[in-house]
């Protein structure tokens, strides 16, 4: 009987840039063994991908490559070996869990990814070294994943981190790279960095320190016993949820924040006046301070059941109103805007489009 699926690939054309390849299982062939080899030293972007269990190992990969991806190939748990120098990006799959080595120094993005049937990665090996170009670190899929990070390279926008993740967060390195680098990856600064990021419960609960002045995103509505002080927050952030436990003063806001999710358990006061680039704003059950004003850019609000305050609805350019059954105040029409509301016990809670 043959044996399927053929794992040699034809020679290919010098000059190739971006390669992908799917590996398809057969019902009834029996699986072998194999090596991807003799590949193009023009090649810039690998991506290999697969629905079944194959042991495909890698062999020396082309020092132009600057893209290997990975992340859906289901069964690849090979390991990488000497990683070429021009490697700026590297996406594993759900099975992956070996130790990585040295890392190349320009690698940009490391993402770890389910492997879309577990929803979890495997991966649970110490990281070693961060290279300082580093601006992705995605670790958001691993169940499992605890170890302690070393410092974070300058350079990181984005860190994603697990549900078993709760070590202290280490502080951001503070060696400067080459002038040029520093103009090369200057934009990237500005971009999201998400510390941490987990689906489900996760169990951080520690400190953050001193946040990075470029931050854009934190996220930790994910995080159900982080109840540390923020201390002060970057001018840069846009985008601030909290998990359901925490309940301590936001004393300031940056004036361009666009978007604050508040959890079940704060009740503290916030700022007499909010950023007028607020766009979204949600609270919990417990928040019973005064919002007023309320910003003029203003189109989701959601207000838990504890809010009992008037709130001036009149002049804001909203999508979506949200109230809970202690607001005994009038909804007065608001066309355009799609409100829900739960009365108190004597009327009947109903969604209305007004």
Not at 113 to 130: E, H
Not at 157 to 168: H, K, N, S, V, W
Not at 188 to 210: E, H, I, M, S, T
Not at 318 to 324: A, S
Request: charged content about 15%; hydrophobic content about 45%; aromatic content about 6%.
């Amino acid at each position: 009987m043959e044996q399927m699926p053929m794992w040699e690939v034809e020679p290919l054309p010098q000059g190739l840039t971006d390669l992908r390849i799917a590996y398809k299982p057969h019902p009834w062939a029996r699986t072998q063994d194999g090596a991807l080899t003799a590949l193009p030293q023009t090649l810039e972007t690998l991506t290999l991908s697969s629905s079944g269990t194959f042991p495909l190992a890698l062999g020396a990969l082309p020092q132009s490559l600057k893209t290997l991806d990975a992340s859906r190939f289901a069964s690849f748990d090979n390991a990488l070996g000497l990683l070429p120098a021009s490697l700026t990006k590297l996406s594993l799959g759900g099975a992956f869990n070996r130790a990585l080595g040295a890392l190349p120094a320009g690698l940009a993005e490391l993402r770890f990814l389910s492997d879309g049937v577990r929803g979890t990665c495997a991966f649970d090996q110490p990281l070693g070294a961060l290279p300082p170009l580093l601006r992705v670190l995605d670790l958001d899929r691993c169940a499992r994943f605890n170890h302690a990070l070393g410092p974070l390279p300058s350079a990181l926008r984005e860190l994603r981190l697990g549900a078993a993740f709760d070590r202290p967060l280490p502080p951001r390195r503070a060696a400067p790279a080459p002038a040029a680098q520093q103009r090369r990856h200057a934009a990237a600064l500005d971009a999201p960095l998400a510390p941490p990021d987990a689906g489900g419960d996760c169990a951080f609960a520690r400190a953050l320190g001193a946040l990075p002045a470029a931050l854009r995103v934190l996220d930790l509505a994910a995080c159900g016993a982080f109840n540390s002080a923020l201390g002060v927050l970057p001018d840069a952030l846009r985008e601030l949820r909290v998990g359901r436990a925490f309940d301590r003063p936001l004393a300031q806001l940056p004036a361009r924040l666009e978007v604050l999710g508040l959890g079940q358990a704060f009740g503290a006061a916030l700022p007499a006046a909010l950023p007028r680039a607020l766009r979204e704003l949600h609270t919990g059950h417990r928040f019973n301070a005064p919002l007023a004003p309320l910003p003029p850019a203003l189109r989701m609000l959601t207000i838990g059941d504890g809010y009992t305050h008037r709130l001036d609805l009149a002049a804001l350019p909203r999508k979506t109103l949200c109230v809970g059954c202690s607001y005994a105040h009038e909804v007065t029409p608001l066309p355009g805007t799609h409100v829900t509301y739960a009365l108190p016990q004597r009327y009947t809670a109903q969604p209305a489009s007004i």
